[in-house]
């Protein structure tokens, strides 16, 4: 017996193979990845399905058409990059606190325990940065990373040393490895059109907002 569909899915279907875009507010359980399938199944076109993890994006191959990509948005930012970066951030994507400690002790004067403290919390407020949807790092950033560390250190002197370490990590050329949330701000901050006539998208309310950002900006219509 195949499966019966709720009237508020087939509404839902019936206004997506109009080309529209949609949001659906959905309880956990309540078959908004089984709505995102039946969509996929109607509309022969090109399209992409955002999975919330990797054990979730291998599962979905078996059940979404062919015509649908399964991936991960770090997956499918990976693949976006220009083929230089690409290659920069398959060769290692994890910055260690000694790499970064050795970055920042040749742009600022620090004692071996500021040069830790001070790498420590750039770490984290890089980590804000790239899965913001801000265009370029901020005070807020380094203020948050303060407020996870409880180190005593400055928001501003923090911040200042934002700027350098991304462009040491998004740049081919760079110091700093591409991290993985790195490639993900790259593709976000590009604007790029993804190559997909459609996105579907699932707990798309807890993903990052970068990942928001480049699903907005896909250029494709969108259910999320």
Same mark, same amino acid.
């Given at each position: 017996?195949?499966?019966?569909?709720?009237?508020?899915?087939?509404?839902?279907?019936?206004?997506?193979?109009?080309?529209?875009?949609?949001?659906?507010?959905?309880? #956990?359980?309540?078959?908004?990845?089984?709505?995102?399938?039946?969509? #996929?199944?109607?509309?022969?076109?090109?399209?992409?399905?955002?999975?919330?993890?990797?054990?979730?994006?291998? #599962?979905?191959?078996?059940?979404?058409?062919?015509?649908?990509?399964?991936?991960? &948005?770090?997956?499918?930012?990976?693949?976006?990059?220009?083929?230089?970066?690409?290659?920069?951030?398959?060769?290692?994507?994890?910055?260690?606190?000694?790499?970064?400690?050795?970055?920042?002790?040749?742009?600022?004067?620090?004692?071996?325990?500021?040069?830790?403290?001070?790498?420590?919390? &750039?770490?984290?407020?890089?980590?804000?940065?790239?899965?913001?949807?801000?265009?370029?790092?901020?005070?807020?950033?380094?203020?948050?990373?303060?407020?996870?560390?409880?180190?005593?250190?400055?928001?501003?002197?923090?911040?200042?040393?934002?700027?350098?370490?991304?462009?040491?990590?998004?740049?081919?050329?760079?110091?700093?490895?591409?991290?993985?949330?790195?490639?993900?701000?790259?593709?976000?901050?590009?604007?790029?059109?993804?190559?997909?006539?459609?996105?579907?998208?699932?707990?798309?309310?807890?993903?990052?907002?970068?990942?928001?950002?480049?699903?907005?900006?896909?250029?494709?219509?969108?259910?999320?």
């Amino acid at each position: 017996m195949g499966l019966i569909y709720t009237s508020q899915q087939l509404t839902a279907a019936q206004a997506f193979s109009e080309h529209k875009s949609l949001k659906i507010k959905a309880f #956990a359980g309540t078959g908004k990845t089984t709505l995102l399938q039946l969509m #996929a199944k109607r509309d022969g076109r090109r399209g992409l399905y955002i999975a919330y993890n990797n054990e979730i994006a291998r #599962a979905s191959r078996g059940k979404f058409p062919g015509n649908v990509v399964c991936k991960t &948005a770090h997956a499918l930012a990976l693949g976006c990059l220009p083929a230089d970066l690409r290659e920069k951030a398959k060769r290692g994507n994890h910055l260690s606190r000694g790499q970064l400690e050795r970055f920042l002790n040749t742009r600022v004067a620090l004692s071996e325990t500021d040069a830790k403290d001070l790498a420590w919390v &750039a770490k984290q407020a890089m980590h804000w940065f790239c899965i913001s949807d801000d265009p370029y790092p901020a005070l807020h950033h380094a203020q948050r990373a303060l407020a996870d560390s409880h180190m005593a250190i400055e928001s501003d002197k923090v911040l200042a040393v934002l700027p350098a370490m991304w462009e040491a990590i998004a740049s081919v050329d760079g110091s700093l490895p591409l991290t993985f949330d790195g490639y993900l701000k790259v593709v976000q901050l590009s604007g790029m059109p993804l190559p997909f006539d459609y996105v579907l998208a699932d707990e798309c309310q807890d993903t990052y907002p970068a990942i928001q950002s480049i699903i907005r900006n896909s250029g494709a219509q969108v259910a999320w």
